[in-house]
């Protein structure tokens, strides 16, 4: 999996009230849109993602310049998405206006990939990248048989990267992240949030049961980089009903309640996960030099 996301130039590591709903009519719109959850303070921001990902490939070019070969590293890191925007599905009008319901644009990564593979390409580059069982495997179609030991570049730069921070390996955080977003899927003032949203994308025009169903919708062909207008304005009425009723409010406040409780029952281990978390920022800060 590593391997895979070195190649794109992204790098997964491990990476966040009050009980009663908001009057709909008495909001600040502009809030509705910026979603901040407490387990935040327990995974990498998206600057940090991306620092962390550079300062990956940084090491995987120098073991690679080691063994013989080049490795394409871009001169800046480069942004990651906040992990938060579209956690309530879409919520700003000029991302629902320009893509729909597609992920923006990345037309970097593909170039990225490219120059990567061909560099994997040269004879020898993909056990030295892999390792002499990865290469095996990612050869095993084309019968090839490198007959060379040794962990790859990837592994070996992971290793590196996440040295002295143990704490960090299990990624609670995340983790109860994606149990707090379900959790909170079944808290009353959000199953009530979530049916005015839906009466209010009706009124519209659209039946869909949630935010969810909207985005699922097979009409829009996600894998495919062509937005439609009808996928435009579905997804503009989708921030539209967001608005109107404080679906991304409502929301975020009831999650933000379960997260100050997970947080709490989980104390220790999240107390590791920060110290973890500090030791992996000052490896990746000593890679990038900074």
Known sequence: MLAALCLG??????????????RAGARDVASDLRVSL??????LT????????????????????RAGFTWYVPAEPRPKPDPL???YGV?????????GYHPPADKSSGEIARRRERILSEPGADVAYFGSQGAKNADRNAGKNTGRGGAGCAS???????????????????????????????????????RD?????????????????????????????????????????????????ATVRIWSRAEGAIQRR???????RLNETRRGLEAFRRTVRAVLGG
């Open 262 to 268: 997970l947080i709490r029952e989980n104390a220790a």
């Open 156 to 194: 070996l730069a992971q290793r590196k990267l996440m040295a002295g921070a143990d704490g960090y390996r299990g990624d609670i955080g995340a983790q109860l992240s994606w149990v707090s977003l379900e959790m909170s899927r079944k808290d009353p003032h959000v199953i009530s949030a979530r």
């Open 46 to 65: 998206p600057r940090e993602q991306a620092d962390a990902d550079q300062a990956l490939q940084l090491l995987v070019r120098s073991c690679m310049e």
């Open 9 to 22: 130039g992204h790098l997964l590591v491990p990476a966040g009230a009050g009980s009663s709903p908001p």
């Open 91 to 99: 919520v700003e009008r000029r991302t629902a206006e320009r893509y």
């Open 38 to 43: 407490p387990l935040q303070a327990y995974q």
């Open 197 to 245: 949203w839906e009466k209010c994308m009706r009124s519209r025009g659209y039946r869909y049961e949630s935010p969810e169903k909207a985005i699922a919708d097979p009409a829009w062909h996600l894998d495919s980089p062509v937005v439609g207008s009808r996928e435009r304005a579905t997804a503009l009425a989708d921030v539209t009903c967001k608005e109107t009723v």
């Open 85 to 87: 925007a579209r956690r």
